[in-house]
């Protein structure tokens, strides 16, 4: 059971508003909901600024509190290297970055009562009703180039999400932005076919 500013689509919402934060492929990425009053994760970002945070002798699988790009988030730690770097999951984005140990917080139970009780602030999305092209990638799996198209339709853009179905925390959905519809245009370019939902 998620608390109560889950931002998984209910049953009842078809439609949510937000941005794509993170992207594998057409088949995975990122989507971040836009958040009404109060933006928990902005709260999040804006309380821990004033916390008396301590540096951390990093381990694998450890939660933790980084700083990066400006701003202090919530991670998971998923490999310490060699070089004081460290391979972070920022989990309420979908990505994975290496960070300097100097930048990894230690997470006490009092950080995990604040700041660990909220899920991630976004879930993981596929493109429905479309699969790659064999013309455009001809191996049935989406080319580089096509995720640069994508990535290039739809990155930090504002836009809408109709959700077809929700498995596995994985939500088959049409994007659209600014009223174009991003699965007919991965179609329109050749890097996508039709096909029917499972």
Known sequence: DYPEHCVLPQISEK??????????????????????????????QNSLEKENLLLTIPKSGNLAIVFFDGKYHRAKIINVLHDFKVVCYFFDFGFTQKISVRHIFEVNEKLIDDYFFFPERGFHCKLSMVEPSYGKCPRGKWTMESIEVFRELVMNQPCELEVYSMINNLASVEVKIDGVNINEAMVKAGYAVRCDEC
């Open 15 to 44: 439609v949510m508003k937000g941005t794509v934060t993170h992207i594998d492929h057409c088949g995975m990425f990122f989507f971040q909901p836009h958040e009404g009053d109060p933006n928990v994760l902005e709260c999040i």
